[in-house]
Structure formats: C-alpha cells, structure tokens
C-alpha cells in the first residue's frame, strides 16, 4: 500500500475498500471541503477511468477546486437511491483530453495527417 494511503485505512482487520469495488457497486462518491463546504457528487465508475482503480475509496482525490487546498477535503460513498434519480447533480466525467503522444519516427519523416493533430 502506497504511505500517503495508510492514514485512510482505519479498520486494520477489514480489507480495504477501493474505488473499484464502489464502481462495481455503481455508488457515488460525496467529495465535500470543509472549508468552503462545496460538495460534489462523482460517479464511482468515472473515477476509476481517470484514477488508480485500487486506491481506498474514502481517500479525497482532489484538491477543493474553490479553496485550493486539499486539507479540509473527505470523501465519503454514497448508494443511490430511486428518489435520487433524476434529481441528484453529479459531476460526471464527460471526456478524457490526452496530452501528449510520442512515437519514433526518423528525423526528416513528415507526421501522418491523423498523427499531430493534438498539437497546438
Ligand atoms: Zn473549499
């Protein structure tokens, strides 16, 4: 287990719970800043696409993107229920931008027309 987890592991004799196992239960992560009491909804199943599927799932990913700071930040799980449907915001992953791409090429080869095309 990676030390910057080991905080969030409070139950020694139980296994740890990981993001993957609340996306495998189609719950919901609450990430909530104490500081600024901001509070936002995430699909289990979005997290694990874009963070380590096995990290525990209580520990908070993000920093509060109004606060800045990561110190007041917890993150509970949440299963939805029916009268949520419909009614409950969540912050849902809507697409991953990649950033770089590399790829061997030898000096004086022109890209293809598909390859650069993330270049700005
Ligand atoms: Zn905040």
Redesign the pocket.
């Known amino acids: 287990m990676p030390e910057q987890y080991r905080k969030f592991h409070r139950h020694p004799a139980k296994p740890i719970r990981t993001l993957q196992d609340a996306a495998d239960d189609a719950q919901i992560i609450v990430l909530r ?1 104490g ?4 509070l936002i909804n995430y699909l289990a199943t979005d997290l694990v696409q874009v963070l380590n599927p096995s990290r525990p799932v209580d520990a908070p990913p993000f920093a ?1 993107s ?2 800045g ?1 990561g110190d ?1 930040m917890s993150a509970r799980v949440k299963t939805p229920s029916m009268a949520d449907y419909g009614h409950l915001t969540i912050r849902r992953l809507l697409g991953i931008r990649s950033v770089s791409k590399w790829g061997n090429r030898q000096l004086g080869d022109e890209l293809k027309s598909d390859e650069g095309s993330n270049r700005r």
């Open positions: 800043c500081l600024c009491r901001r509060c109004r606060c700071t007041y």
